[in-house]
């Protein structure tokens, strides 16, 4: 039997989520192992002592540890939408620029406004008024195209979806009348789209032995 790249994932986490997006969209095939994290088989841990999804193992000599690396990676071989778009170095550096405003500030900023709901503190609005600033960022360029980049979908559509996903789940009634228009309009697009059911089909949880689920377009 063919050897395919595995990847470590679980079904929920947002990072898993994004390298599993760009999986999707690279077509390329990969199969799937989905995890407990309160039970990591002893393959996982052999894998990857860091032990935290995704990871994805090409092969022996090439194990990607972060969610970025797997989408970057999938890509560039094989992007038949020009996600990465590379005709284009500046809008290159851009998505990856936007990538890391996001990856650096609004997940930190999405963690406290998380816990704040959760834990009904008082500073629920505050912690929420964090996260808008991104948020109005995003209407903003989203009110001028389709997409975060320009009119055609770009990797930093797809490596920030999971977690503004989690951000319109937070608060939920207030998320549907909030002032963001274009934001919801490319949320929904997703979340209604034949790929995100792809994308977030549920695997049952690996063990070692099991034949391979093979995930791919």
């Known amino acids: 039997m063919r050897d395919f790249p595995y990847l470590y994932s679980l079904r929920n986490c947002p990072f898993a989520m994004r390298a599993r997006l760009a999986i999707y969209k690279s ?33 022996p000599s090439l194990i990607l540890e972060e969610s970025l690396e797997v989408m970057l ?17 500046d809008k290159f550096n851009d998505i990856l620029a936007l990538i890391y405003r996001f990856d650096s500030q609004f997940k930190s900023a999405l963690e406290d406004y998380k816990c704040a709901k959760r834990y009904h503190e008082d500073n ?38 999971p977690f503004i996903r989690q951000f319109a789940r937070v608060e939920r009634k207030w998320y549907v009348q909030s002032p963001y228009p274009h934001v919801k309009r490319w ?6 789209h034949a790929i995100f059911s792809k994308v977030m089909t549920q695997f049952p949880c690996w063990q070692s032995g099991d034949a391979p689920a093979i995930y791919c377009a």
């Open 187 to 192: 949320l929904n697009s997703y979340l209604q």
């Open 124 to 161: 629920l609005s505050d912690q929420r008024a964090v996260c808008e600033v991104f948020i109005k960022d995003l209407e903003q360029r989203l009110a001028g195209h389709q997409f975060v980049l320009d009119n055609r979908e770009s990797l930093v559509d797809i490596a920030i979806l």
């Open 73 to 89: 990676w999938a890509l560039a071989q094989n992007d038949p939408q020009n996600l990465l778009r590379h005709d284009d170095d």
């Open 27 to 59: 077509a390329l095939p990969v199969a799937i192992r989905e995890v407990d994290l309160r039970n990591k088989p002893s393959a996982m841990l052999k894998d990857s002592p860091k032990a935290t999804v995704p990871i994805l193992v090409v092969s």
